[in-house]
């Protein structure tokens, strides 16, 4: 029996030979945040010469992808990246996730918006039939944390804020449960219309294209309905 962790590394692994025939002098990868996203991180560090570099979505992982030696862009520098790459805390059958539990999520979903291909890498745990049971990250402006937790009352949610934490945006986190997340679209959707809301852990309007899945017998390969390169 694996461990939670050798199924990390796993697809970890699944995922740089996934990359590996994308490499090229001009490539920027867009590269995510959390223990998984570290793995591949560290495996990518072997093949550097091989790119040109990645754009980062938090300074933990920029400050780990410096010290191997891969050089880090401002997304700014970019135009275009045939992928982005991360961990999910979740993630349905439609390749609808909720993210956010290293509190990274808004520029998750900048980068990933940017790239042509997100590529979710997890471990079996977080493949759930419905999105919920992970209490939904939610970003917020710091004036607007008690407004935005009444807001999401409405919805059935307890927002619990996440303690001795402010995201690389100078905001905060409200961690929801209770939710019923039964389309998740819509219900990104109105969050994202809460006044104070800068991002919604549900990344469902535009969720992965691609996961990678790491299983007792071996990484499989899932691919979303809906999913054509998104900017082409
Ligand atoms: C960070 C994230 C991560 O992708 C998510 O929390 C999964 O992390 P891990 O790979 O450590 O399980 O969304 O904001």
Avoid: W
């Amino acid at each position: 029996m694996l461990t939670q962790e050798e199924l990390k590394q796993n697809v970890a692994k699944a995922a740089i030979d996934y990359v590996l025939p994308l490499l090229g002098p001009d490539v920027v990868l867009g590269i995510g945040t959390g223990s998984t996203a570290n793995l591949f991180i560290d495996g990518l560090a072997d093949h550097k010469h091989r790119f040109k570099g990645a754009v980062s979505s938090s300074e933990r992982s920029a400050a780990r992808l410096s010290a191997l030696g891969i050089a880090v862009f401002d997304l700014n520098q970019i135009e275009r990246m045939p992928l982005y790459i991360d961990g999910a805390d979740e993630i349905d059958g439609g390749l609808n996730m909720i993210k956010g539990g290293g509190g990274a999520l808004t520029r998750e979903k900048i980068v990933a918006s940017v790239a042509d291909r997100f590529v979710c890498i997890v471990d079996e745990s977080k493949l759930v039939p419905y999105l919920g049971a992970f209490p939904l990250p939610i970003e917020v402006i710091p004036m607007a944390l008690a407004a935005v937790a009444r807001r999401l009352a409405r919805f059935g949610g307890n927002a619990v804020l996440r303690k001795d934490f402010v995201t690389d945006n100078g905001c905060r986190i409200l961690d929801v449960s209770g939710l019923s997340i039964k389309s998740p679209a819509e219900l990104e959707a109105e969050i994202n219309n809460i006044p104070g809301v800068v991002t919604c852990g549900l990344f469902a309007i535009a969720g992965a294209d691609v996961a990678l899945l790491s299983t007792q017998d071996g990484v499989q390969q899932l691919h979303s309905p809906r999913s054509q390169s998104r900017n082409n």
